[in-house]
Nanobody, 121 residues
Framework: QVQLVESGGGLVQAGGSLRLSCLASGSIFSINSMGWYRQAPGKQRELVADITNGGNTNYADSVKGRFTISRDTAKNTLYLQMNSLKSEDTAVYYC???????????????WGQGTQVTVSS
């Protein structure tokens, strides 16, 4: 099985920065894509940013120019650099990996447990 562990969340003032990390462990053969999602109280989980195995990135309009997704494939680690944070960025942030466990096998998606980001105004 694959486990994802997020870290880096916390409390920050508006305008500040945080860097989230997501470390994947387990029997991963290959990674198809990785992404960050967030869920604020009373709202649905939404995509923040994702990155494909080819390095193509995609961002939600609300975070473009402020957040940067990156990865270290050798370490199976995903990052999210969040700058110019706003109160509306407050949410639980989750990472998701889509991976193959065997060379010719299907892809599976795995989620982290979430890390709280709170931005005070």
């Amino acid at each position: 099985q694959v486990q994802l562990v997020e870290s880096g969340g916390g409390l920050v003032q508006a305008g500040g920065s945080l860097r989230l990390s997501c470390l994947a462990s387990g029997s991963i053969f290959s990674i198809n894509s990785m992404g960050w999602y967030r869920q604020a109280p009373g709202k649905q989980r939404e995509l923040v940013a994702d990155i494909t195995n080819g390095g193509n990135t995609n961002y939600a309009d609300s975070v473009k120019g402020r957040f940067t997704i990156s990865r270290d494939t050798a370490k199976n680690t995903l990052y999210l650099q969040m700058n110019s944070l706003k109160s509306e960025d407050t949410a639980v942030y989750y990472c998701k990996f889509i991976v193959a466990l065997r060379g010719a096998g299907p892809f599976y998606q795995y989620w982290g447990q979430g890390t709280q980001v709170t931005v005070s105004s």
